[in-house]
């Protein structure tokens, strides 16, 4: 089956909700659950065990020392990592890079296709000439964007798949991978206790990316409890739902905007347009591995609620909870399209 293919979703109407005063958390705060974090990729990712077995301990201490070797490879922020050299020296000539690099972004190449450019990894100039990068947001000038979007361009990145390299097509563009990267150090830390033998485990890099595998309560079936975070505040909770085997992303501006002029501009750009995305405040999606929850929450953010709709009944397309402003301050609208498993259904009275 074509995964632009039709295929059968459910859809809600928009609700309007209060925020929970009960900050949003991994798991209930019932039973003892083992938390070890692990500082990588400018976050805290965290692995949390349903038990205190000091072998599992030992061995996720472990995994989690990966994130280093991958941050080796994918950060911006280090001169000699395989994502700077690809900025520095892939309009010069094709950079080889290890098979983990290329596997990425080919995969963040092929959600800018099924999202119609709403992700792009090469959108890095627009975000710089908007100030977000050192978070000293600032309104550039119509010019300014036009440079810009002339260095941004998923068709631009040149993958050649034979020789494991990657070029760039346009002078002085810049490939970020943060809107995917973390998501795939999550799968790549599941698959190695997963190797490990250890089955029931939740983690995640800050609240933007989470991977649950097993269950909370081993042997419930129910997997894990995951609070999700009112969009602006941060420390409320709107609904929670069921990850079980799966992973969760989340994009959104809620905690990186500025003002100018009384309107608020977000940190995620739209590198179509040059200009801060969408009308939703945050968005969440639900997928079988974090790298494309991460990849599809970003792109449908950016695409925004009406899009959203157009391809909710694609195949590729994963559940998503969309959240925008409500009718005051302290309220926002919830919606979804796709499966959701709610713990309580916000959308059922009876609940």
Known sequence: MNENTPKASSHSE????SPNPTPPEFGSTEGL????SHRAMATDFVAILP????EQIEMTIDALEELNEIEAKLTVYQPDSEISQINRLGFQHPVSVSWMTFRLIERAIQWSKRTAGAFDISAGPLV??????KRQGRKPTNDEITAAKARVGYDKVVLDPAKQTIGLAQENMAINL???GKGFALDR?????HERGIEDFLLHGGNSSVIASGDQEIGSGNGWAVGLAHPTKTKHRI????LRNRALGTSGSGKQFFHHRGKRYGHVIDPRSGLPAGDLQSLTTLAVSATDADACATGL???????????????WFHPTIMIRGGSRQDLCELCSAGEIPWIKNPFDPSQ
């Open 33 to 36: 659950l083992t938390h070890i």
């Open 189 to 193: 830390i599941a698959s190695l206790l």
């Open 14 to 17: 928009w609700r309007e909700l």
């Open 301 to 315: 953010y950016v695409a925004g609620s009406a899009q959203i709709q157009k391809w909710a009944d694609h195949e």
């Open 178 to 180: 943060g809107a995917i």
């Open 239 to 242: 609904a929670g739902i069921w």
């Open 51 to 54: 038990n205190e077995n000091p």
């Open 128 to 133: 710089e000439a908007w100030g977000f990068t």
